[in-house]
């Protein structure tokens, strides 16, 4: 174990600004991006930190230079231990001394780690907040000369948050015993509530708050009506995505692994993950997720908070999640190289009828409950918008997009609204009266003058609505009480036989004093994916996107797979084997050697030998030195 700390990363040439030669020998960058240079400046002058920067805007950066241009050991609390595991490998292969503390260590290891600690024969050690807290591990930090804490992932610390744990609710106590030690807490996502509740609970009252733009440009954000949600699914993947690694979220355990053997059963290779299955499943499933190629993982939201694969393509929900923070949260799962990325959701009906059963059969107090009734309220929101999502998504974090951002499905395929003031009163008037006790089906078939046996044993063919509403079809009635639903004004009866009931926010709609937009379901059109966007950014020889932390701007999007020339798209190919052997050898994930990224910059500008290889991003001294020649060589005979 002594042998993982006899390398150093430290910078050859302490220049007047040390972090920035840090950023260049050690990560193969030439500079820093948005705040990234404020935010190390500060914490290397001593000061507190809270970060909010979106999921690949380089928030690991900020507190990885300045643990190697500040003397001492730079703590990082983390909250899972593949996280811990990834980015300790990611540091090594890098030349930093780094490290981890958790449950997969033996005791001789993590003795060995310890003492790496106390010696200072270690920059940065990561650590559980269960772990920190515990008196064993305080003591070793008593004894520790320290540079830093790191508190990752500081959203845990909310109570009305997606990730709630309940250990970094202690965490204020590193500030208490170490009071001259700086601390940065860094999240990707916190609305307004989680900020203030982020800066109480870990006392960081007087740090001074860095809030980066939460835009992803790179993503594209579609919502679907749902159909047939696996079908419209698998072919969204054919089409967009044939190659590429992705997470496929689902509300259930059970339609996790049904969707992951159907998706099998289509030659598409996908893995199931939830809490259900056995540990040891799990984290294989996630290895195998993290170290292959073109994988997709099924999962519940138990799968995903700190992965750091890179070149995750593809995000989709066959259900939606509970709140915007949780749909931010993992959609932001995808692109974080830069590159562009999908975030594909379908909705329907039954998704809103069962958020709104969760939320109001939920055991949680009243204040409680408001705020998740809110959170609810936003994400329906999102989903039924007719204008851009991006502004939607970004105003509920508190961000003014001034014009709409073109990279949506609202954007690229505008919507129609329409004046639903007559059909919302139908709907509405049939719900009253069939006695507020059906659903969906059977209000529409009413609506539709269908003489179904339900209806004649129920007399509602004899009712005033029944066949009043021939003007729509049976998808778009489906829509209209969606989009009812969504608004607010039916409910479910969760007491009785679980149909709509009208809302008091209904009354005046049906009354007439009370107008009502509603939108059309799209019919999605064929669009360009992302494969083109590497076919133009190889064909106009530009800078690449920066990889990883440093993933950057400009990317183009558009079309499909096979409009890369074949010459490049061979050289394409040859990389990623040539990656892939080399993280198979080292039994690290490919993404640890070079990212896509960096794969891509190789294509376009062909460096012929190391000086021209060391200006690719993402190539720093340790990186040149391993990884050159054999890059180099497929480059050569492929050029």
């Known amino acids: 174990m002594d042998s993982l700390f006899n390398f150093t990363a430290r910078p050859a040439d302490p220049s007047s600004d040390p972090a920035l030669e840090v950023l260049r020998s050690v990560f193969g960058y030439s500079a820093f991006r948005g705040q990234?240079?404020?935010?190390?400046?500060?914490?290397?002058?001593?000061?507190?930190?809270?970060?909010?920067?979106?999921?690949?805007?380089?928030?690991s950066l900020c507190y990885q230079v300045p643990a190697l241009v500040r003397d001492g050991v730079t703590v990082v609390v983390s909250p899972l231990i593949a996280l811990m595991r990834d980015q300790v490998t990611a540091l090594r292969e890098l030349g930093v001394r780094a490290a981890f503390l958790n449950s997969s260590l033996d005791a001789a290891e993590a003795r060995d780690v310890e003492r790496a600690m106390v010696r200072g024969e270690i920059d940065l050690v990561y650590v559980a907040p269960e772990r920190l807290v515990t008196p064993r591990f305080l003591d070793l930090l008593d004894r520790t000369t320290l540079a830093l804490f790191a508190l990752d992932e500081a959203h845990c610390v909310s109570q009305w948050g997606h990730d709630f744990r309940p250990e970094y609710l202690q965490l204020s106590i590193l500030h208490e015993r170490h009071p001259t030690v700086p601390r940065i807490a860094l999240t990707a996502t916190a609305d307004a509530q989680t900020r203030a509740e982020i800066k109480d609970k870990l006392g960081l009252t007087e740090a001074r708050v860095f809030l980066s733009s939460f835009d992803r440009p790179n993503i594209t954000y579609r919502v679907v009506p749902k159909k047939s949600e696996r079908q419209q699914m698998l072919a969204f993947l054919r089409e967009h995505h044939p190659e590429d690694a992705g997470i496929i979220y689902c509300m259930s355990r059970a339609k996790v692994e049904d969707t992951a053997a159907w998706l099998n059963q289509q030659g598409r290779e996908a893995l199931p993950y939830h809490a259900g299955l056995?540990?040891?499943?799990?984290?294989?499933?996630?290895?195998?997720?993290?170290?292959?190629?073109?994988?997709?993982?099924?999962?519940?939201?138990?799968?995903?908070?700190?992965?750091?694969?890179?070149?995750?393509?593809?995000?989709?929900?066959?259900?939606?999640?509970?709140?915007?923070?949780?749909?931010?949260?993992?959609?932001?799962?995808?692109?974080r190289d830069g590159l562009p990325a999908d975030a594909w959701m379908s909705y329907g009906m039954a998704d809103v009828v069962s958020l709104r059963q969760m939320l109001e059969q939920s055991e949680a107090g009243d204040s409680h409950r408001r705020v998740e009734r809110s959170k609810l309220e936003a994400l329906l929101g999102f989903c039924e918008t007719s204008a851009c999502r991006r502004k939607v998504l970004l105003n509920y974090f508190g961000e003014t997009l001034e014009a709409p951002c073109g990279n949506c499905d609202t954007c690229l395929e505008p919507v129609e609204t329409w004046d639903g003031t007559i059909a919302a009163q139908k709907a509405l008037s049939a719900v009253y009266r069939t006695g507020q006790r059906y659903g969906a089906g059977h209000l529409i078939d009413v609506l539709l003058g269908n003489a179904t046996e339900k209806v004649a044993q129920q007399a509602h063919d004899a009712l005033k609505t029944f066949g009043c509403g021939k003007e729509l079809s049976k998808a778009e009635w489906q829509s209209v009480y969606r989009q009812l639903v969504a608004a607010g004004y039916l409910t479910v009866d969760l007491e009785g036989y679980g149909g709509f009931r009208l809302t008091d926010a209904g009354i005046p709609v049906i009354k007439g004093q009370q107008p009502v937009k509603l939108r059309k379901d799209p019919v999605v059109e064929k669009r360009r994916g992302v494969h083109d966007a590497l076919r133009r950014h190889v064909s106009r020889g530009g800078s690449s996107p920066s990889s990883g932390s440093l993933s950057?701007?400009?990317?183009?999007?558009?079309?499909?797979?096979?409009?890369?020339?074949?010459?490049?798209?061979?050289?394409?190919?040859?990389?990623?084997?040539?990656?892939?052997?080399?993280?198979?050898?080292?039994?690290?994930?490919?993404?640890?050697?070079?990212?896509?990224?960096?794969?891509?910059?190789?294509?376009?500008?062909?460096?012929?030998?190391?000086?021209?290889?060391?200006?690719?991003?993402?190539?720093?001294?340790?990186?040149?030195?391993?990884?050159?020649?054999?890059?180099?060589?497929?480059?050569?005979?492929?050029?």
């Open 278 to 335: 056995p540990p040891e499943v799990r984290e294989a499933n996630q290895d195998l997720f993290i170290k292959g190629e073109g994988i997709v993982m099924v999962a519940t939201v138990a799968f995903g908070m700190g992965i750091d694969k890179p070149n995750v393509r593809f995000v989709c929900h066959l259900d939606p999640p509970k709140s915007l923070e949780a749909y931010y949260q993992e959609t932001g799962r995808a692109g």
């Open 36 to 59: 990234q240079a404020d935010i190390i400046a500060h914490v290397i002058r001593g000061g507190d930190a809270l970060v909010l920067m979106p999921t690949g805007g380089g928030k």
């Open 552 to 639: 950057g701007e400009g990317v183009s999007r558009a079309g499909a797979r096979g409009t890369l020339s074949p010459a490049d798209d061979a050289l394409w190919h040859a990389l990623k084997d040539c990656r892939t052997e080399l993280a198979r050898a080292q039994g690290v994930p490919p993404y640890v050697i070079f990212h896509d990224s960096t794969l891509l910059e190789m294509v376009a500008t062909r460096p012929m030998d190391r000086a021209a290889f060391a200006r690719l991003p993402g190539v720093g001294a340790r990186k040149l030195e391993r990884y050159a020649d054999p890059f180099l060589d497929v480059i050569r005979q492929k050029g």
